[in-house]
């Protein structure tokens, strides 16, 4: 069955760095969009960053130039490395895979960013 497990998420301080994965299975991984996003405690989901099967990539603009996606397909996984956090970047974090209709979700994985 299709599978997306998060991993890499915890407590860190201000200004340090985390890099999120995702592994995917029961699907064709290299035909998906994959994105992260995050819901902070309170508020809605939103995106944080995608990459195409073409390995284009977006950002939201809060993140640009401290967070970097990228994926390997051969091991069917997605990465999220997150420099110089901030106290807002806590939340949940959660992988989406997307191709046509499909849609999956992960489970998430917390991240806290605190002194």
């Known amino acids: 069955q299709v599978q997306l497990v998060e991993s890499g998420g915890g407590l860190v301080q201000p200004g340090g760095s985390l890099r999120l994965s995702c592994a995917a299975s029961g699907f064709r991984f290299s035909n998906y969009i994959m994105t992260w996003y995050r819901q902070p405690p309170g508020k809605e989901r939103e995106l944080v960053a995608g990459?195409?099967?073409?390995?284009?990539?977006n950002y939201a603009d809060s993140v640009k130039g401290r967070f970097t996606i990228s994926r390997d397909n051969a091991k069917n996984t997605v990465y999220l490395q997150m420099n110089s956090l901030k106290l807002e970047n806590t939340a949940m974090y959660y992988c989406?895979?997307?191709?046509?209709?499909?849609?999956?979700w992960g489970q998430g994985t917390q991240v806290t960013v605190s002194s």
């Open positions: 990459i195409t099967n073409g390995h284009s990539t």
């Open positions: 989406n895979a997307q191709q046509f209709l499909n849609n999956f």
